[in-house]
């Protein structure tokens, strides 16, 4: 590819490799390149003489950042360097232009004295008012030299008041501060939480980019103004800028002036304008992305000052990368790679409008995507109640639990006081895809008298508040959304992705209305179906209290059967909805004490119901307690003790089964799945468990039923024993949650007490229940992987935990080779899209 | 060795491979072993055809186990097979002894119906009972022939009742039953209950040997009876046994006639007295081990029948080993892997009288030794208040935490209604060397009206009691108790195991009455001193309490300067107490919230004393709460968040070394432990951490301390990333009982409810928190230990987990190269016992 040629002002660059060697040196700039700068200024300063005569000796250089990224908090440029109070008469004498050359100083001393010397910048903003009303003008380009003058001499005082040294006339000082300050700025507080909250690495550091001067503000033939070739909102192919006539670069930026719109200057300067349109096309089809732009017109003639890729909203991303390949700019490969799988998130749920005003009350984390206002309600039951009667609610909990899976399905969002990014409350509600801001430590709740207090806010129940689950937002009253439009861009892109995709995008569901999201969206079957979210329906749960509280075999059974229909039901629905893909089905897993009653009249009312004393009840309670639930007595350990339990859950799969068969509906293949499986014996019971029931359900329906066994893989212990676990396996499913628990020894319940010291400590760079542990975990999933496929060659190979739509987390899938991934409904076209990111991505390294 | 030549009646055994195959093969003997016994059975035929003329044909020969110990539930033996209504008669006529024959077939019957046939023995016991009462005699002895006779026809009449068929004439059929009987009998529920208890593997199986019968019951120059060679209650080198004139083995061991000693026979059988003692010289000196034996007299000639290995006391089984080491008869090294290290325990705690009647109310699990009386009390508090009373308490208490400590130390013994082995009170009670039975659940404790329930018994409190922690036994009223005598000869055992040790053996200790006692056992370090076990005395929870209250930094560190003075003193005293010896200190360990109050009372009370509302503690205490604990913000997870903590821990440590210094105490080497370590960064920034504090002691007090800084390895990340830990880390201490937790994802404190179900169904052979799990926590060990090498050769490997006193997990230690193993006072005598057989066994392999 040759390189472009294109009016840009000479200069040189300052590499990353500095920044790291500042910081690691006590902040100093290696000697080498002091004098290596050196050289290159010495060129600078000859074409300077060239452009201005050499009598004064000026050098007039720009210094800018040049990170990858635009980040908040950077320093972005320093113009006018080199000029002192002896240059800026040279400066003057030369142009002819002492209003130009006092006004290139006094900018120069305006920047120089907050970026380098961090003063701040209402200090000189207000000078400039201040005389302005005085002198009766409203704009700055109504100021004359002489008044510039006086404001220098004001400028210069303030410096020498608050850092007791003089602005410094040394051209070499000036140069070097300004790199120092670029540096710097790579560790501002602001850009240190932008990289957190991005993810981006604090080792990349930053470049220094020195170019000669050229001035946007010698008079009316100037100019200086910033586009994108694109539009960077809707991905319209259309000139999107701003500029402004004799200006420097921070007046566009600053406000202070407000530009005009880059079309206009088709009217004003039409030769700049025509090769301005030229450049923008040479730019595209060289970088071939859409480009961010800044620019300065001197004297009638243009200079290209910086380009970079530009940021984008998700759909404008898709709309570009659709179109370039259509215009052949980039194939569909490289479309597929442009586009950001996480930023999908934002198309896939209904947005806040963007022009209404908000009153922040609070903030937690974003926890599940998605804006939704509702009346304030603080209990499961309350959000039921009003659900009915047709009213919008917002479910306020401390943290929830599964009992409270019924008021958060009958909830528009919820907010909750404590928990993480994968808390209860926040797997949940991203799994049905309602938004969820989790850990708003600011919030106290009062439960007893129904109200919370935020700040000075305080929100009684059936106030209307606002959240948004992108952001982590609490707003105060009904914030208007709107449903982003997914475009016929957006299922062409996904056609791409599908044609490079390996692995296979299943979805985590257990309701008809869940899978059937899940299937629009392309998922493949169905990864996880948690069968313990059926028991909790209100006609359901009694059934399982009596089962628990059963205190004989028979009576256990007695209460199974009760259960047997609506199991039966529920695998029914969601087989039709599949229709012959693959269902995996995970036997009941939470311990038994999540499904009784937590408070005097629940318990009451259940005593009631079953009639058992409330005593037996609280005493049934106190002996199912568990210190780590956890850890405690549950998954396959409960198929263990209580095989009936699995065995009615075996029999409504293969019941529902034979029900399809005599319905004609094509048979889906389920892949029956045993938690928590630590040691090859539990499997090796309960698949002949399984066996056991498939025989006789396929003997009494006169039917041949295709069927896995499988298990998950969520102890570190399974990983290890993964070749004789294989043995009585046709399938592992990572369950990265419980794995990622038990490898770090971390409770996600409990993480957010100490999750932000280890993220401020650099000991995560990431929450690994949001992005796999490819160091821990994953050194597991690979030894489970090696191990249980030595044994079996046609094991298949999956996950299901929350990773299963975190694109990094795919990526490490696709190189670990397993088959397939399992997530939320709203997250399937992620996966899809990362999916086929992770396996171009491997091509291309090979 | 030559074979010893001794009269044993000719015979042959069946192999366990047989028991084997029957088991596989739906209880079937292969037919080709049916085939071979039929010719062996020729031979023997031959034999009895000699001694009886062979006119009658009879077949008389003994079947009995094979089983390499004896074990309650196995079959023993059956005697005089071949008999029947034909060759009773034969038998008569040729011995000319009418009465003989028929005892001798009624003795078969008899046998035959209980263990082959399964008809309980009082059936034909009673009958017997009942004949003697109507004809008016005492002993079976006076029965005559035609007693006999009518006795065997109603046998026979039972046996038809019962079993719907005759007694079998047919002699194979005999034969085949009785071999079969021994196989089923290896499956006896006594039996598997003893194998289960004993952890000795199901598939061993056992042998049948069959032998030509000699008879013990031909008159009074006949005799039969059973002995050691050495007492095997003192070990003293004595005659020990005892037998009958005129009978057949079982008489001896069934209690229907009371046998003789065998001293006895010195007289009565003065030729074959001598025989025998010649024999058991014999023996002893082929078998280089105290015998247990069975021998016949048949009319005057002395036959072996059986000998085997005895079963000793711990005592026996020292002063055996030390006594044959003197008389040569073994090395040093076979009387050190001679005794088995588990039953030291009983030699090291007092023991219960076995003469004194016990009243059981209830059992539980045998969690820590020795005997223990006292009043019951429920509240560790109230534990505390009688002890200063000087009165003897049992605490009872569903389940205790780290708020009972002093009551557990205050109580002579602990009994609880919830937890395992390895739970809470267990491996306190352990540590301390109190006793302790746990998981009794048949005990309903009820705290309010102060009683617990048990069966029939309600016991108060203040009611006395005594628990043994050896055998899980709770007993009514005071039992007294008898101090064991460690005698010379332990004293002399153990200089020979630590000839051959090579792992060093350290204890887990953080009191000095603790260290104390493990210094007198011989510890050779501290592996584990639990800094957060010095906070729960009562001046100072107040202040940790303060701490953990803090709203501010400087509040907390105000605290935590008031527990500084008593941390130090505590550190003191116990490097005084070491003198020297490695000391490993591990800073705060557990969630901060275990040590808040629980009780409003509690609440109340605190409050007062630190000024601060009710309504704040609890509000910090609901905050503070976690769903997982084991799992939360604990270990270097506080240090990280809350660094001042263990800067006070390290100021501790290090100025008590400046005070032993100043005292001219020689000093100990302190490894300052990390707990909970995951990741390389944690340790890094805490390494970091208390080399500053010991820098900045080392300088005000100019002095120079060595020490080193260290991680536990009790995460599976741990293990994974142990190459990076290493880095940062001088030693690496395996926590084993936190890495089994993780490693399986198990709670010990819960595991409670599901342990069983896992042994009966064959999942664990052994409770892995018990014994450790080689194949999946090992192989993490084993990944640990050659990662952490590879990065620093030098890196000290240690384990300080329960498994530390566990003697199959020390072999384990051994094999995997570690240095030292840790554990509660008590066991150390254990570890160095078992770390010797380990090195032992290793060599013998090698």
Not at 665 to 682: C, F, G, W, Y
Not at 795 to 804: D, N, P, R, S
Request: proline residues 4%; hydrophobic residues 35%; positive net charge.
């Amino acid at each position: 590819m040759a390189k472009l040629k294109l009016p840009v002002p000479p200069g040189f660059t300052i590499s990353t490799k500095v920044c790291e060697y500042f910081y690691e040196n006590n902040k100093k700039i290696p000697k080498k390149i002091i004098q290596q700068a050196k050289k290159e200024l010495a060129v600078i300063e000859k074409i300077t003489k060239k452009k201005f005569g050499d009598s004064s000796n000026p050098l007039l250089v720009s210094v800018r950042s040049g990170s990858k990224i635009s980040m908040p908090g950077m320093m972005d440029t320093i113009l006018n360097l080199g000029l002192n109070d002896k240059t800026v008469l040279a400066l003057k004498n030369k142009t002819s232009n002492g209003r130009f050359a006092k006004d290139s100083y006094r900018r120069l001393i305006q920047m120089y004295a907050n970026v380098v010397l961090g003063i701040e910048a209402h200090f000189f903003e207000e000078l400039i008012e201040n005389y302005k009303l005085t002198k009766g003008v409203i704009q700055d380009t109504e100021l004359e030299e002489d008044d510039w003058d006086g404001l220098i001499k004001n400028f210069k005082e303030i410096i020498k008041e608050k850092t007791k040294k003089d602005f410094p006339q040394d051209i070499n000082e000036q140069f070097l501060g300004a790199i120092s300050a670029v540096f710097l700025s790579w560790n501002s507080k602001r850009a240190k939480t932008y990289r957190k909250i991005n993810y981006i690495p604090d080792h990349w550091g930053t470049a220094v980019n020195v170019q000669t001067m050229v001035f946007g503000n010698m008079g009316e033939n100037c100019a200086t103004g910033v586009a994108f070739t694109r539009n960077p909102s809707t991905g319209k192919k259309e000139l999107f800028g701003e500029y402004l006539i004799n200006a420097q670069g921070e007046d566009v930026v600053a406000g202070t002036r407000t530009p005009k719109n880059l079309i206009s200057m088709k009217k004003s300067m039409p030769k700049i304008f025509k090769e301005l349109k030229k450049i923008f096309h040479l730019l595209e089809n060289y970088y071939r992305d859409m480009q961010d732009i800044e620019f300065t017109v001197e004297n009638n003639k243009l200079w290209m000052l910086q380009t970079r890729s530009g940021k984008r909203t998700a759909k404008a991303a898709i709309k570009i990368a659709v179109d370039m390949v259509q215009e052949k700019l980039i194939s569909t490969k490289e479309a597929v790679l442009r586009i950001d799988p996480n930023t999908l998130d934002t198309l896939l749920h209904p947005t806040l409008d963007e022009k209404t005003e908000k009153k922040i009350i609070a903030s937690g984390l974003p926890a599940s995507p998605g804006a939704a206002s509702g009346k304030v309600t603080f209990s499961a039951e309350e959000a039921e109640r009003l659900k009915e009667q047709m009213q919008d609610i917002i479910l306020v909990r401390i943290e929830t639990s599964p009992e409270d899976i019924n008021g958060m399905h009958a909830a528009k969002g919820i907010l909750t006081a404590r928990g993480g990014m994968t808390s209860h409350a926040a797997v949940v509600a991203r799994g049905m895809g309602k938004p969820c801001v989790s850990g708003s430590s600011e919030i106290k709740i009062d439960y007893e008298n129904k109200f919370f207090i935020s700040g000075n806010y305080k929100i009684k129940e059936g106030d209307m508040i606002t959240i948004d689950g992108g952001s982590g937002k609490v707003m105060l009253g009904k914030v208007p959304t709107v449903k982003v439009d997914i475009s016929g861009d957006f299922s062409k892109l996904m056609k791409w992705v599908d044609k490079f995709r390996k692995l296979k995008v299943r979805t985590n569901s257990e309701t008809p209305i869940d899978t059937k999201t899940a299937r629009d969206f392309g998922a493949e079957g169905i990864g996880l179906c948690r069968t313990e979210h059926m028991f909790f329906d209100e006609k359901r749960i009694i059934s399982v209290r009596e089962m628990i509280l059963s205190k004989t075999l028979s009576d256990r059974k007695k209460a199974l059967s009760k259960l047997l229909p609506y199991q039966k039901g529920d695998f029914l629905e969601i087989f039709k909805i599949m229709n012959g893909l693959p269902v995996t089905v995970r036997l009941l897993d939470p311990p038994l004490h999540e499904f009784l009653p937590k408070t005097d009249k629940d318990i009451d009312d259940i005593a009631k119901a079953l009639n058992i004393s409330h005593n037996d009840i609280k005493a049934r309670i106190i002996e199912l307690h568990e210190q780590n639930p956890m850890l405690g007595h549950r998954g396959c350990r409960l198929g263990i003790s209580f095989p009936e339990i699995y065995e009615m859950q075996c029999q409504a799969i293969f019941e529902a089964l034979a029900q399809c068969k005599k319905q004609k509906i094509k048979l889906v293949i389920p892949e029956i799945m045993i938690p928590l499986v630590s040691t090859a014996a539990e499997i090796q019971i309960l698949r002949n468990l399984v066996d056991n029931i498939a025989k006789k359900i396929q003997k009494e329906h006169s039917i041949k039923i295709k069927y896995y066994v499988g298990t998950m893989i969520e102890l570190p212990r399974a990983a290890i024993r993964a070749k004789d676990i294989a043995k009585y396996a046709d399938f592992f499913s990572f369950g990265t949650n419980d794995l990622t628990q038990t490898t770090f020894g971390i409770s996600r319940d409990d993480s957010g007490k100490f999750l932000n010291d280890y993220v401020d400590n650099k000991i995560f760079n990431k929450d690994p229940f949001v992005s796999i542990d490819e160091r821990g975990v994953g050194e597991l999933i690979k030894i489970a992987t090696e191990r249980g496929r030595d044994q079996k060659k046609s094991l298949k190979l999956g996950i299901c935990g929350e990773h299963g739509g975190d694109p990094a987390s795919i990526e490490f899938c696709e190189k670990s080779k397993l088959n397939y991934v399992s997530c939320s409904p709203y997250r399937v076209p992620i996966a899809r899209l990362a999916a086929a990111q992770a396996y171009l991505k491997k091509k291309i390294k090979i």
